[in-house]
């Protein structure tokens, strides 16, 4: 067995974020933003794709999603997954339409947050949502 350099180890120990986002022009800044944040990220367009990496028993440590996504399924069918399959893995939904929150349930391990945002403010949220 190889030994393990310090940063292979230090990347082991980061905090890995599910990225939802269906508009690559919001996906790539904030992916990047988090990278920088520290935070392992892992990126998908879709609902459908972030269950495929959730139920591949990839690591994750919380997911952040668009509520409004491109296909058949949305953020809230992706959070009730989530709840259903995984309900330990915090999720913070955003979006742009006000109501759409509204209609979420927020508590321990889910959380809400109004688009447009500040990258700042999103890695914040989620620093808070992992250290509960």
Do not use: C
């Not at 350099?5 to 508009?23: F, I, K, N």
């Not at 959730?54 to 491109?70: C, K, M, P, Q």
């Amino acid at each position: 067995m190889a030994p393990v350099s310090a940063t292979q180890e230090t990347d082991e120990r980061r905090s890995v974020v599910l990225l939802v986002e269906d508009e690559l022009l919001l996906r790539w800044p904030t992916g990047e933003y988090l990278r920088d944040a520290g935070y392992r990220v892992i990126e998908t367009a879709s609902a459908s794709e972030a269950i495929a990496v959730l139920a591949s028993g990839t690591r994750v440590d919380l997911v952040f999603s668009d509520v409004n996504l491109a296909e058949a399924m949305n953020g809230h069918a992706l959070a009730s997954w989530l709840a259903n399959n995984h309900p330990r893995i915090p999720m913070l939904l955003t979006s742009a339409d006000r109501h759409e929150l509204h209609r979420i349930i927020v508590g321990a391990t889910r959380a809400t947050l109004s688009k447009p945002y500040d990258l700042s403010a999103v890695a914040e949220r989620i620093r808070e949502m992992l250290s509960r």
